[in-house]
């Protein structure tokens, strides 16, 4: 849990003891459910946690917002964001109901108030939130239709969707026809794993609406 605290050197004590529990838990869910593969699971504070944190090098979710992760998995990137962010809330969904309620178990356990999880399909979420997360669910012209209208309208230039990525993005971009900042997580995190990682961001206005 070293390399979190040396990135994020303003973590309370309480904070760390939190990704200290998320580590624990997350090592025993994915022993049953296989969240992330088997041979990352050394690694991962440095290729999820961390990973997941990368978007908070980008943007700072305001106290008082809301946050949407679609396709969470076993909680990524959403788990970390809300050990972060404790004043902002946080809605994770994802359509297989097995790993939403590993991530409902895990923040039961560290008592993390700000979070909640739901078996749904992305296309499906009627709610509407400041800002969109993700971590490798679907292409970008795939994806964004999914989420588009699901932003709150009072946006800024901040709000959008942040979505984790790796490799060349330039055709991706292109074929979903967005606004599109990358920015590159290789800036902030020195391991070689982070070399081809991005945050890709696309403001909510980024459809002309
Ligand atoms: C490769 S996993 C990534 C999980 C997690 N974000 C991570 O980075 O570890 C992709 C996840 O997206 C979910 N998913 C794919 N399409 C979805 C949809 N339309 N709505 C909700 N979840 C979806 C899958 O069930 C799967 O758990």
Same mark, same amino acid.
């Given at each position: 849990?070293?390399?979190?605290?040396?990135?994020?050197?303003?973590?309370?004590?309480?904070?760390?003891?939190?990704?200290?529990?998320?580590?624990?838990?997350?090592?025993?869910?994915? /022993?049953?459910?296989?969240?992330? +593969?088997?041979?990352?699971?050394?690694?991962?504070?440095?290729? %999820?946690?961390?990973?997941?944190?990368?978007?908070?090098?980008?943007?700072?979710?305001?106290?008082?917002?809301?946050?949407?992760?679609?396709?969470?998995?076993?909680?990524?990137?959403?788990?970390?964001?809300?050990?972060?962010?404790? /004043?902002?809330?946080?809605?994770?969904?994802? =359509?297989?109901?097995?790993?939403?309620?590993?991530?409902? /178990?895990? +923040?039961?356990?560290?008592?993390?108030?700000?979070?909640?999880?739901?078996?749904?399909?992305?296309?499906?979420?009627?709610?509407?939130?400041?800002?969109?997360?993700?971590?490798?669910?679907?292409?970008?012209?795939?994806? %964004?239709?999914?989420?588009?209208?699901?932003?709150?309208?009072?946006?800024?230039?901040?709000?959008?969707?942040?979505?984790?990525?790796?490799?060349?993005?330039?055709?991706?971009? !292109?074929?979903?026809?967005?606004?599109?900042?990358?920015?590159?997580?290789?800036?902030?995190?020195? !391991? !070689?794993?982070? !070399?081809?990682?991005?945050?890709?961001?696309?403001?909510?206005? =980024?459809?002309?609406?």
């Amino acid at each position: 849990m070293d390399i979190l605290a040396r990135y994020f050197p303003d973590l309370t004590d309480h904070q760390k003891r939190h990704f200290a529990q998320l580590e624990t838990e997350f090592r025993s869910w994915n /022993e049953r459910l296989n969240l992330v +593969a088997r041979t990352d699971v050394d690694n991962l504070a440095e290729r %999820h946690f961390l990973h997941s944190l990368g978007i908070a090098k980008v943007v700072q979710f305001p106290a008082g917002s809301s946050v949407l992760d679609v396709g969470t998995g076993g909680g990524l990137p959403g788990l970390p964001l809300a050990i972060l962010f404790p /004043e902002v809330k946080f809605h994770l969904v994802d =359509s297989i109901g097995k790993k939403i309620r590993a991530v409902q /178990e895990m +923040a039961h356990t560290l008592g993390l108030h700000n979070l909640t999880a739901e078996q749904t399909r992305a296309e499906q979420v009627r709610a509407k939130y400041d800002y969109v997360v993700s971590r490798a669910v679907a292409r970008l012209a795939t994806f %964004h239709p999914w989420i588009a209208h699901r932003y709150k309208s009072q946006g800024d230039a901040t709000t959008g969707l942040y979505y984790l990525k790796g490799g060349d993005l330039t055709e991706e971009i !292109e074929e979903s026809g967005l606004i599109a900042h990358v920015h590159n997580l290789s800036d902030y995190f020195q !391991e !070689e794993f982070f !070399e081809t990682k991005k945050v890709v961001f696309v403001p909510t206005t =980024s459809d002309g609406r």
